[in-house]
């Protein structure tokens, strides 16, 4: 199984936003909305942002909104803010009964 | 509150085995399954396996199986990750991470993280 491809790198300013996608294939992203999204700051455990394609757990800013359009979903971030400067990785359930990540991208707030 | 507290740094020889917990408390420790991800230094996720804490079964990504095994204690609520035949491409940190399917399948709580050094 294959990683879902993501950007290495996105940046914007504060204030902006971003946008950061995750492509994979018709046997994961595009088969299933079991697409999920976290967020990683160095040295800790990654945060879970983004469940079910466009859901947000309790706790987590609207700033932040998922979508999918066939084997592509992506994790958008409005109002930028410093603290959002982290590692971003997108993971899918697949045919297999198996799970992907992404390779990661790194968000840099300028 | 949920809370997945795994075992301390490890440091192996190549060829070793290591063995790395992870303790469940706050919830039905049996109601909800358990991943295995892996993150080698200045490197992204991956996804090493998954266990049924209620049977017991595991499914493993292709790439590790014959090499880890997942098992789980449940007098203790605690499942293990073990890593067989040790290389430094292993050198990694492990986290545990829960299985939400509440959450359409999402990992929706986090260990703290296991550093494994594999080195001669």
């Known amino acids: 199984q294959s990683a879902l491809t993501q950007p290495a790198s996105v940046s914007g300013s504060p204030g902006q936003s971003i946008t950061i996608s995750c492509t994979g294939t018709?046997?994961?992203?595009?088969?299933?909305?079991?697409v999920s999204w976290y967020q990683q700051h160095p040295g800790k455990a990654p945060k879970l942002m983004i469940y079910?394609?466009?859901k947000r757990p309790s706790g987590v800013s609207n700033r932040f909104s998922g979508s999918k359009s066939g084997n592509t979903a992506s994790l958008t971030i409005s109002g930028l803010q410093a603290e959002d400067e982290a590692d971003y990785y997108c993971t899918s359930y697949t045919s297999s009964s198996t799970w992907v990540f992404g390779g990661g991208t790194k968000l840099t707030v300028l | 509150q949920v809370q997945l507290v795994q075992s301390g740094a490890e440091v192996k020889k190549p060829g070793a085995s290591v063995k790395v917990s992870c303790k469940a408390s706050?919830?039905?420790?049996?109601?909800?399954?358990m991943h295995w991800v892996r993150q080698a230094p200045g490197q992204g996720l991956e996804w090493m396996g998954i266990i049924n804490p209620s049977g017991g079964d595991t499914t493993y990504a292709q790439k590790f199986q014959g090499r880890v095994t997942m098992t789980r204690d449940t007098s203790t609520s605690t499942v293990y990750m073990e890593v067989s035949s040790l290389r430094s491409e292993d050198t990694a940190v492990y986290y545990c991470?829960?299985?939400?399917?509440?959450?359409?399948?999402?990992?929706?709580?986090w260990g703290q993280g296991t550093l494994v050094t594999v080195s001669s």
């Open positions: 991470a829960r299985l939400d399917w509440g959450l359409a399948g999402s990992f929706d709580y």
């Open positions: 079910d394609v466009t």
């Open positions: 706050g919830y039905t420790f049996t109601s909800y399954y």
């Open positions: 018709s046997s994961d992203v595009g088969a299933y909305n079991y």
